[in-house]
Nanobody
Framework: QVQLVESGGGLVQAGGSLRLSCTASGRTFSGQSMGWFRQAPGKEREFVAAISWSGLIIDYSDSVKGRFTISRDAAKITLYLQMNSLKPEDTAVYYC????????????????WGQGTQVTVSS
């Protein structure tokens, strides 16, 4: 099993920044890719960003491209999401996820999930 714990959420004004972290423990494997997803009230969970095991391949949703940056540390223990120029529509619970193969935008293909961290952007 892989355990994931997110942190870093909070309340920020529009235009502000936040950095989310996700710490992995348990059975981590070489080749694991990780991703960030979010779910706003009344909406389905949606893909935000994903990163390969090496960190060399990265994918972003169109809605966050140019504003958010996903990264992972060299030890492959911590995943980050730097969020800049935040908008009220970024308000959601943000989840990190992991899978033992390549990146994917489909949340159902990730077996490991954190508990989520709330991000609220005020206008």
């Amino acid at each position: 099993q892989v355990q994931l714990v997110e942190s870093g959420g909070g309340l920020v004004q529009a235009g502000g920044s936040l950095r989310l972290s996700c710490t992995a423990s348990g059975r981590t494997f070489s080749g694991q890719s990780m991703g960030w997803f979010r779910q706003a009230p009344g909406k389905e969970r949606e893909f935000v960003a994903a990163i390969s095991w090496s960190g060399l391949i990265i994918d972003y949703s169109d809605s966050v491209k140019g504003r958010f940056t996903i990264s992972r540390d060299a030890a492959k223990i911590t995943l980050y999401l730097q969020m800049n120029s935040l908008k009220p529509e970024d308000t959601a619970v943000y989840y990190c996820a992991a899978r033992n193969s390549g990146m994917d935008r489909e949340d159902k293909r990730y077996p490991y999930w954190g508990q989520g961290t709330q991000v609220t952007v005020s206008s």
